[in-house]
């Protein structure tokens, strides 16, 4: 059975960073694609980071250079540093494991999702 759980949501400042961590079970990490997505209220969600099991990144360009994804084969871990956060990154932010690298968000087994709320 596959799980991901997600952990490192809160309440942050504009400005401030947060990690997210995403640990993983049931699979074969290492052979998976990573991706970390958001859903804002009113919106659809929205691929933010993802790595590939060949450790190759790609970002939305809203958090390019703010930003890092990066995964622990060994923990089974996929994480999100999160800096200079802004409001509008507060969302819902959900772990997406994945063979493909389409980062369709069709496809994949996902998290439950952990909150991510950036005041002004």
């Known amino acids: 059975q596959v799980q991901l759980v997600e952990s490192g949501g809160g309440l942050m400042q504009a400005g401030g960073s947060l990690r997210l961590s995403c640990t993983t079970s049931g699979i074969t990490f290492g052979a998976y694609n990573m991706g970390w997505y958001r859903q804002a209220p009113g919106k659809q969600r929205e691929l933010v980071a993802g790595i590939t099991r060949d450790n190759n990144t790609n970002y939305a360009d809203s958090v390019k250079g703010r930003f890092t994804i990066s995964r622990n084969n060994a923990k089974n871990t996929v994480y999100l540093q999160m800096n200079s956060l802004k409001p509008e990154d507060t969302a819902v932010y959900y772990c997406?494991?994945?063979?493909?690298?389409?980062?369709?968000?069709?496809?994949?087994?996902w998290g439950q999702g952990t909150q991510v709320t950036v005041s002004s």
């Open positions: 997406n494991a994945r063979f493909d690298s389409s980062w369709s968000i069709s496809s994949g087994s």
